[in-house]
């Protein structure tokens, strides 16, 4: 072989496609020397003069001390009760007493009344859920004519009984 003869190639870039590519390629690395370039000097804005701010005269404003909400006091319940009365004169040594249903009250025994008049007697029963059914009895013995009381509960009720 003769000698060799060196050929340089020169290798050109053309320009880059008018269409997007369809992948994207990593930027390849070339120093740019940076040019200063000089920024263009901005436009005149005409400004026009800022609206005057309303005036607005306030109300003279003043600070009330808060306001201590009174204390709620809990309100007492007071017990509901039945109260029985009956106005008859069963004479001097005698007890009227009383029998049924209810709390407190037995047909088999009789519960005391409490005279508060010469002809009246009393007696107050506790709550409950249903109206008191009962009878009254002289000495817890005789028995009062007629079908039996019923009185709902709360309730007062002044009876006059037969004997």
Do not use: H
């Amino acid at each position: 072989m003769s000698a060799s003869k060196k050929t340089t190639t020169k290798s050109t870039k053309s320009p880059a496609p008018a269409t997007k590519p369809a992948a994207k390629k990593a930027p390849a690395t070339t120093k740019v020397k940076a040019v200063p370039v000089a920024a263009p000097a901005p436009a005149p804005v005409a400004k026009a003069a800022p609206a005057p701010a309303p005036v607005v005269k306030a109300a003279a404003v003043t600070k009330a001390a808060p306001v201590a909400l009174p204390a709620v006091k809990p309100v007492a319940s007071s017990p509901v009760v039945t109260t029985i009365s009956a106005r008859i004169d069963i004479g001097f040594g005698n007890t009227l007493y009383l029998r049924g249903e209810g709390p407190g009250l037995s047909w088999d025994r009789g519960v005391a009344m409490e005279c508060v008049a010469d002809d009246l007697w009393r007696i107050t029963l506790a709550e409950s859920a249903r109206a008191y059914t009962f009878k009254f009895l002289v000495n817890d013995l005789s028995w009062s004519v007629g079908p039996d009381y019923s009185v709902a509960c709360g309730a007062s009720v002044t009876l006059t009984p037969e004997f």
